[in-house]
Each structure stands twice: as structure tokens, then as C-alpha cells.
């Protein structure tokens, strides 16, 4: 049964969202996701609950190779899924090798209601935000390692199969927790392409917005 919006968050009034941005939050709160998948949700819920009890700093950076769709997608739904359910949570994305926040993410978070704005031109620095009164995001390709990433404890959410399989030590990672998702790329020029890059945001928002809501009510 579909979920009220506003039953489910009684703080939306405090962290206001975009008219777009809710339909999107919506129709991710309304998704099935499988027992299999709540499975591989479960080490994530555990993580932060954990450092929740802990009084500790909850830091997730969210790996794939190349930091510019998986990685992105979920490190944008994390911050809003975070703030949606008033969870403190640090969010943080980055990969193996840079090339640049990918421009068909970019349009598909854009769909979603999120407002973006941009500078540069060879891996351009973008600001995301839920809304005009939140402090945006600041996101662009960059290693797991970059200085603006955590250096101190954080989860390594691994979000492609690829930087799961080939990246064994991540430095300054006190849990690694593989969510792996398909990769939209190889719809990248087919008549699919808008439709698969929005399916798999759709995806993880669904399933981090489950993870977040799990949290709260711990």
C-alpha cells in the first residue's frame, strides 16, 4: 500500500524538498524491494545503528570505479535519505580512476528534482540540493582517497561489482558493505538510456531511503 509522504516523514516540514523532488521520494518509499535485496541491505543498517550506539560519526563513502553514476547516485540519495529521516550522516563518494560525474546521471538526478548547478569543464564540480534552503552537495569524479573524502573511520559501500572484485584494501575503512548495482553505462546512445539511468537511481534512492527509515525506527 502506498505510504503518506507526510505520515512517513513528520519532519518534512523542517527539510523541506522540491514539488518534483517529493513525487520522486515518493514513488521510492512506494517500492518492492525483495527479501534478497533487504539482505544486502541489512550490513548497512547494522553499520549505522552501530555507530549510532556508539555515539560515533556515521561515514559512508560510496565506491565504484570510476565515480560517476553508482557511486554518485547513491551518495546523493544517502544525503537526502539521511536528512529526510534526521539521521547524522557524513556522505561521501569516490573511485579507482577519475573522469567525471557522468552527464546522463547528472540529467537523470536532475529528473528527479534535485537542482544542480555546475563549474568547470573537464570533470565539472557540481552542487546538488533537496531544496534551495539546504546546503548542497559538492560532487565530481574523484579517487577514494581525495582530500575531501573522510581520511578517519568510515563504511566503504561498494556499488559495482568491478571496484568490489579489484580494490581488496581501502585505506582508513573500518567496514567494507557491497551493494552492488548494474551499471546504466551500457545503455549509454540507446533508446533506453533515459529510461535505465532513471530505473537504477530509482533503485538506489528505493533502497537507501529502506535504510534510513530502518535506522530511525531502531
Known amino acids: 500500500m502506498p505510504q503518506d509522504l507526510d505520515a512517513v516523514n513528520p519532519l518534512e516540514k523542517m527539510i523541506p524538498v522540491t514539488p518534483e523532488l517529493k513525487k520522486s521520494i515518493q514513488t521510492a518509499l512506494d517500492e518492492e524491494i525483495s527479501k534478497e535485496r533487504k539482505e544486502v541491505l541489512h550490513g548497512l543498517v547494522e553499520y549505522i545503528?552501530?555507530?549510532?550506539?556508539?555515539?560515533?560519526?556515521?561515514n559512508l563513502n560510496f565506491v565504484c570505479t570510476h565515480n560517476s553514476r553508482r557511486s554518485q547516485f547513491s551518495q546523493?540519495?544517502?544525503?537526502?535519505?539521511?536528512?529526510?529521516?534526521?539521521?547524522?550522516?557524513?556522505c561521501f563518494s569516490g573511485g579507482v580512476e577519475?573522469?567525471?560525474?557522468?552527464?546522463?546521471?547528472?540529467?537523470?538526478?536532475?529528473?528527479?528534482g534535485f537542482l544542480v548547478t555546475s563549474t568547470g569543464e573537464t570533470n565539472p564540480h557540481y552542487q546538488v540540493s533537496y531544496h534551495k534552503e539546504a546546503s548542497p552537495l559538492l560532487v565530481f569524479s574523484k579517487l577514494v582517497e581525495d582530500p575531501i573524502n573522510p581520511s578517519l573511520p568510515f563504511a566503504?559501500?561498494?556499488?559495482?561489482a568491478h571496484a568490489d572484485e579489484n580494490c581488496p584494501f581501502i585505506p582508513g575503512?573500518?567496514?567494507?558493505?557491497?551493494?552492488?548495482?548494474?551499471?546504466?553505462?551500457?545503455?549509454?546512445?540507446t533508446p533506453m538510456?533515459?529510461?535505465?539511468?532513471?530505473?537504477?537511481s530509482l533503485q538506489i534512492a528505493a533502497e537507501l531511503f529502506y535504510v534510513f527509515k530502518r535506522v530511525s525506527k531502531s
Open 156 to 160: 566503504a559501500v561498494m556499488t559495482c
Open 76 to 90: 546523493i540519495w544517502a544525503y537526502t535519505a539521511a536528512a529526510y529521516f534526521g539521521i547524522p550522516a557524513n
Open 173 to 189: 575503512t573500518e567496514q567494507r558493505i557491497p551493494l552492488r548495482y548494474e551499471d546504466p553505462k551500457r545503455f549509454d546512445n
Open 98 to 112: 577519475v573522469t567525471a560525474f557522468n552527464e546522463r546521471a547528472v540529467a537523470s538526478i536532475e529528473r528527479s
Open 49 to 58: 545503528i552501530k555507530k549510532r550506539t556508539e555515539n560515533s560519526v556515521v
Open 193 to 200: 538510456e533515459v529510461e535505465k539511468y532513471d530505473e537504477r
